[in-house]
Protein backbone atom coordinates (compact mmCIF):
# COMPACT_ATOMS: atom_id res chain seq x y z
CA UNK A 1 0.00 0.00 0.00
CA UNK A 2 1.21 3.61 -0.91
CA UNK A 3 1.50 5.83 1.95
CA UNK A 4 -1.45 8.50 1.75
CA UNK A 5 -2.00 12.44 3.53
CA UNK A 6 -5.14 13.99 5.19
CA UNK A 7 -7.15 16.57 3.64
CA UNK A 8 -8.87 19.19 4.99
CA UNK A 9 -11.12 21.69 4.06
CA UNK A 10 -13.08 25.12 5.33
CA UNK A 11 -16.27 25.72 3.69
CA UNK A 12 -19.58 27.68 4.48
CA UNK A 13 -22.44 26.82 3.66
CA UNK A 14 -25.64 28.85 2.85
CA UNK A 15 -26.17 28.79 6.83
CA UNK A 16 -23.80 27.12 8.75
CA UNK A 17 -19.73 27.50 8.21
CA UNK A 18 -18.09 24.18 6.93
CA UNK A 19 -14.50 23.12 7.75
CA UNK A 20 -14.05 20.32 6.13
CA UNK A 21 -12.29 17.22 7.50
CA UNK A 22 -14.34 14.07 7.65
CA UNK A 23 -15.94 12.16 9.89
CA UNK A 24 -19.36 10.31 10.79
CA UNK A 25 -21.55 7.73 12.58
CA UNK A 26 -23.99 6.47 14.44
CA UNK A 27 -23.63 5.35 18.27
CA UNK A 28 -25.31 6.71 21.70
CA UNK A 29 -21.95 8.31 22.87
CA UNK A 30 -21.91 12.23 24.34
CA UNK A 31 -21.42 14.76 22.07
CA UNK A 32 -19.36 18.18 22.71
CA UNK A 33 -21.29 20.84 20.95
CA UNK A 34 -19.21 22.72 18.05
CA UNK A 35 -17.72 26.25 18.94
CA UNK A 36 -19.70 28.02 16.25
CA UNK A 37 -23.05 26.94 15.16
CA UNK A 38 -22.51 28.28 11.50
CA UNK A 39 -18.85 26.40 11.36
CA UNK A 40 -18.03 22.93 10.58
CA UNK A 41 -14.86 20.98 9.60
CA UNK A 42 -14.67 17.88 7.75
CA UNK A 43 -11.83 15.74 7.08
CA UNK A 44 -11.19 12.59 4.94
CA UNK A 45 -8.32 10.13 5.69
CA UNK A 46 -6.87 6.82 4.80
CA UNK A 47 -5.64 5.41 8.05
CA UNK A 48 -3.81 2.06 6.28
CA UNK A 49 -5.55 -0.28 8.78
CA UNK A 50 -4.23 2.21 11.65
CA UNK A 51 -0.80 1.41 9.74
CA UNK A 52 1.98 4.14 9.77
CA UNK A 53 4.89 4.68 7.96
CA UNK A 54 6.77 3.15 10.74
CA UNK A 55 4.48 0.06 9.58
CA UNK A 56 3.63 0.39 13.19
CA UNK A 57 -0.05 -0.10 14.54
CA UNK A 58 -1.16 2.71 16.28
CA UNK A 59 -4.81 3.99 16.30
CA UNK A 60 -4.17 6.35 18.95
CA UNK A 61 -1.65 8.41 16.78
CA UNK A 62 -4.49 8.15 14.37
CA UNK A 63 -6.47 9.87 17.01
CA UNK A 64 -3.63 12.28 18.15
CA UNK A 65 -3.43 13.47 14.49
CA UNK A 66 -7.48 14.09 13.99
CA UNK A 67 -7.42 15.90 17.61
CA UNK A 68 -4.47 18.33 16.90
CA UNK A 69 -5.33 21.76 17.76
CA UNK A 70 -5.28 23.05 14.06
CA UNK A 71 -7.40 19.95 12.86
CA UNK A 72 -10.36 18.84 15.38
CA UNK A 73 -13.17 18.04 12.93
CA UNK A 74 -16.83 18.29 13.31
CA UNK A 75 -17.32 15.64 10.48
CA UNK A 76 -15.18 12.88 9.19
CA UNK A 77 -14.64 10.08 6.52
CA UNK A 78 -12.33 7.13 7.29
CA UNK A 79 -11.24 4.55 4.45
CA UNK A 80 -9.25 1.37 5.16
CA UNK A 81 -11.07 0.74 8.62
CA UNK A 82 -10.73 -2.98 10.11
CA UNK A 83 -13.17 -4.68 12.29
CA UNK A 84 -11.98 -8.25 14.26
CA UNK A 85 -9.08 -8.78 12.35
CA UNK A 86 -6.42 -10.48 13.79
CA UNK A 87 -3.84 -8.46 11.59
CA UNK A 88 -5.28 -5.90 13.60
CA UNK A 89 -5.56 -7.56 17.30
CA UNK A 90 -9.32 -7.97 17.26
CA UNK A 91 -10.00 -4.33 17.39
CA UNK A 92 -13.28 -2.63 16.10
CA UNK A 93 -11.61 -0.15 14.66
CA UNK A 94 -14.33 2.50 14.07
CA UNK A 95 -15.64 1.89 17.25
CA UNK A 96 -12.60 2.66 19.28
CA UNK A 97 -12.18 5.70 17.07
CA UNK A 98 -15.88 6.63 17.38
CA UNK A 99 -15.27 6.30 21.38
CA UNK A 100 -12.08 7.70 21.71
CA UNK A 101 -12.97 11.16 19.79
CA UNK A 102 -16.73 11.02 21.49
CA UNK A 103 -18.13 10.97 18.02
CA UNK A 104 -21.11 8.93 16.38
CA UNK A 105 -20.15 6.37 14.03
CA UNK A 106 -21.46 4.17 11.07
CA UNK A 107 -18.62 1.73 9.72
CA UNK A 108 -19.84 -0.11 6.62
CA UNK A 109 -17.54 -2.94 5.06
CA UNK A 110 -16.19 -3.58 2.28
CA UNK A 111 -14.88 -7.64 2.71
CA UNK A 112 -17.16 -10.17 4.67
CA UNK A 113 -17.75 -7.68 8.29
CA UNK A 114 -14.66 -7.23 8.53
CA UNK A 115 -12.30 -5.54 6.20
CA UNK A 116 -11.37 -2.97 4.41
CA UNK A 117 -14.66 -0.95 5.11
CA UNK A 118 -15.46 2.85 5.30
CA UNK A 119 -16.44 4.81 8.42
CA UNK A 120 -18.59 8.06 8.57
CA UNK A 121 -17.71 9.76 12.54
CA UNK A 122 -19.62 13.15 13.45
CA UNK A 123 -20.31 15.15 16.69
CA UNK A 124 -23.90 15.69 15.04
CA UNK A 125 -26.38 12.78 15.23
CA UNK A 126 -26.59 10.65 12.29
CA UNK A 127 -30.55 10.16 11.79
CA UNK A 128 -30.09 8.28 8.29
CA UNK A 129 -27.41 5.97 6.80
CA UNK A 130 -27.27 3.73 4.13
CA UNK A 131 -24.05 1.37 2.36
CA UNK A 132 -23.56 0.67 -1.04
CA UNK A 133 -21.56 -1.87 -2.92
CA UNK A 134 -19.76 -0.41 -5.14
CA UNK A 135 -19.39 -2.50 -8.47
CA UNK A 136 -16.37 -3.67 -8.74
CA UNK A 137 -14.17 -6.87 -10.20
CA UNK A 138 -11.59 -7.03 -7.92
CA UNK A 139 -11.41 -6.09 -4.47
CA UNK A 140 -14.92 -5.20 -3.26
CA UNK A 141 -15.43 -1.18 -2.85
CA UNK A 142 -18.16 0.84 -0.78
CA UNK A 143 -20.19 4.40 -0.56
CA UNK A 144 -21.73 5.35 2.84
CA UNK A 145 -24.13 8.25 2.61
CA UNK A 146 -25.28 9.36 5.99
CA UNK A 147 -27.44 12.42 6.94
CA UNK A 148 -26.33 14.34 9.44
CA UNK A 149 -28.68 16.85 11.61
CA UNK A 150 -27.22 19.71 12.92
CA UNK A 151 -30.27 21.22 13.84
CA UNK A 152 -34.62 20.31 13.59
CA UNK A 153 -33.93 22.50 10.56
CA UNK A 154 -30.70 22.37 9.17
CA UNK A 155 -29.07 18.86 7.76
CA UNK A 156 -26.45 17.93 5.75
CA UNK A 157 -25.78 14.93 2.98
CA UNK A 158 -22.37 13.61 3.85
CA UNK A 159 -21.09 10.27 1.41
CA UNK A 160 -17.78 8.87 2.09
CA UNK A 161 -15.95 6.23 -0.29
CA UNK A 162 -12.90 4.32 -1.63
CA UNK A 163 -12.69 3.41 -5.19
CA UNK A 164 -10.67 0.65 -6.64
CA UNK A 165 -7.30 0.18 -8.46
CA UNK A 166 -6.60 0.91 -12.09
CA UNK A 167 -3.57 -1.25 -11.76
CA UNK A 168 -6.12 -4.15 -10.88
CA UNK A 169 -8.03 -3.64 -13.94
CA UNK A 170 -11.13 -1.84 -12.08
CA UNK A 171 -13.82 0.23 -14.45
CA UNK A 172 -13.46 3.11 -12.48
CA UNK A 173 -15.57 4.97 -14.51
CA UNK A 174 -18.39 2.70 -14.08
CA UNK A 175 -17.47 3.07 -10.04
CA UNK A 176 -17.63 7.41 -10.22
CA UNK A 177 -20.58 6.77 -11.91
CA UNK A 178 -22.49 4.79 -9.51
CA UNK A 179 -21.46 7.14 -6.85
CA UNK A 180 -22.80 10.24 -8.48
CA UNK A 181 -25.98 8.06 -9.13
CA UNK A 182 -26.53 8.06 -5.70
CA UNK A 183 -25.65 11.70 -4.41
CA UNK A 184 -27.71 12.76 -7.26
CA UNK A 185 -30.95 10.95 -5.61
CA UNK A 186 -30.81 13.57 -3.08
CA UNK A 187 -32.35 16.66 -3.40
CA UNK A 188 -30.42 18.91 -5.90
CA UNK A 189 -30.54 21.81 -3.53
CA UNK A 190 -29.31 19.47 -0.37
CA UNK A 191 -26.13 20.74 0.95
CA UNK A 192 -24.10 17.64 0.40
CA UNK A 193 -20.23 16.56 0.95
CA UNK A 194 -18.67 13.77 -1.59
CA UNK A 195 -15.27 12.47 0.22
CA UNK A 196 -12.80 9.75 0.20
CA UNK A 197 -10.13 7.76 -1.94
CA UNK A 198 -10.67 7.65 -5.50
CA UNK A 199 -7.46 6.11 -6.60
CA UNK A 200 -7.20 8.50 -9.19
CA UNK A 201 -6.00 12.16 -10.06
CA UNK A 202 -7.74 15.07 -10.71
CA UNK A 203 -6.95 15.21 -14.26
CA UNK A 204 -8.46 11.77 -14.82
CA UNK A 205 -10.91 11.23 -17.55
CA UNK A 206 -12.87 9.07 -14.62
CA UNK A 207 -13.11 12.25 -12.59
CA UNK A 208 -14.31 14.69 -15.17
CA UNK A 209 -18.45 13.46 -14.31
CA UNK A 210 -17.76 14.62 -10.67
CA UNK A 211 -16.62 18.14 -12.00
CA UNK A 212 -20.21 18.64 -12.96
CA UNK A 213 -22.25 18.14 -9.87
CA UNK A 214 -19.52 18.80 -7.39
CA UNK A 215 -16.57 21.38 -6.74
CA UNK A 216 -13.52 20.19 -5.63
CA UNK A 217 -12.69 22.15 -1.89
CA UNK A 218 -9.38 21.93 -2.30
CA UNK A 219 -9.83 24.58 -5.72
CA UNK A 220 -6.00 24.93 -7.22
CA UNK A 221 -4.52 23.33 -10.01
CA UNK A 222 -2.37 21.03 -9.78
CA UNK A 223 -3.23 19.74 -6.56
CA UNK A 224 -1.05 19.04 -3.63
CA UNK A 225 -0.32 15.72 -3.54
CA UNK A 226 -2.12 13.32 -1.19
CA UNK A 227 0.06 10.01 -1.16
CA UNK A 228 2.61 9.12 0.05
CA UNK A 229 2.13 11.09 3.24
CA UNK A 230 6.07 11.62 3.76
CA UNK A 231 8.21 10.41 0.81
CA UNK A 232 10.22 8.73 2.66
CA UNK A 233 11.76 6.05 -0.57
CA UNK A 234 11.03 8.72 -3.29
CA UNK A 235 8.11 7.14 -4.94
CA UNK A 236 5.65 8.61 -7.10
CA UNK A 237 3.75 11.08 -5.32
CA UNK A 238 -0.35 11.14 -6.23
CA UNK A 239 -2.98 13.24 -5.77
CA UNK A 240 -6.26 10.82 -4.97
CA UNK A 241 -8.03 12.07 -2.11
CA UNK A 242 -10.80 14.53 -2.16
CA UNK A 243 -13.45 16.46 -0.68
CA UNK A 244 -16.30 17.41 -2.60
CA UNK A 245 -19.13 20.17 -2.04
CA UNK A 246 -21.81 21.49 -3.23
CA UNK A 247 -24.40 24.18 -1.55
CA UNK A 248 -22.53 25.93 0.05
CA UNK A 249 -21.66 29.72 0.29
CA UNK A 250 -17.77 30.04 0.75
CA UNK A 251 -15.24 27.82 0.91
CA UNK A 252 -12.81 29.18 4.12
CA UNK A 253 -10.35 26.77 3.90
CA UNK A 254 -8.82 23.70 2.58
CA UNK A 255 -5.54 21.98 2.53
CA UNK A 256 -3.43 18.38 3.01
CA UNK A 257 -1.86 17.61 6.23
CA UNK A 258 1.24 15.67 6.07
CA UNK A 259 1.30 12.51 8.86
CA UNK A 260 3.59 9.77 10.18
CA UNK A 261 0.38 7.67 11.46
CA UNK A 262 -0.96 6.71 7.92
CA UNK A 263 0.49 5.94 4.49
CA UNK A 264 -1.86 9.03 3.11
CA UNK A 265 -1.98 12.82 3.74
Known sequence: ????????????????????????????????????????????????????MDDLLNLERIAQNILSEDIDPDIIGLQEVENGRVTSYGVDMALWL??????????????????????????????????????SSSLERVLIHGVVEVNETFELDIFVTHLGLLDWDENLTDQVNFVLEKTNEVNKTSRKILMGDFNLEYNSIQM??????FNDTLGTVPRPKTIPSINLFDETEESIDYIFATGYKNIIDSHVISDFGSDHS
Open 98 to 135: AQRLNMYYFYYPAINEQAYGCTLLSRYPITSVEGYQVP
Open 208 to 213: APVYTY
Open 1 to 52: MKKEKIIILTCLFFTPLILSFITLGISELPIKTPSQKNEFKFMTYNIHFGTG
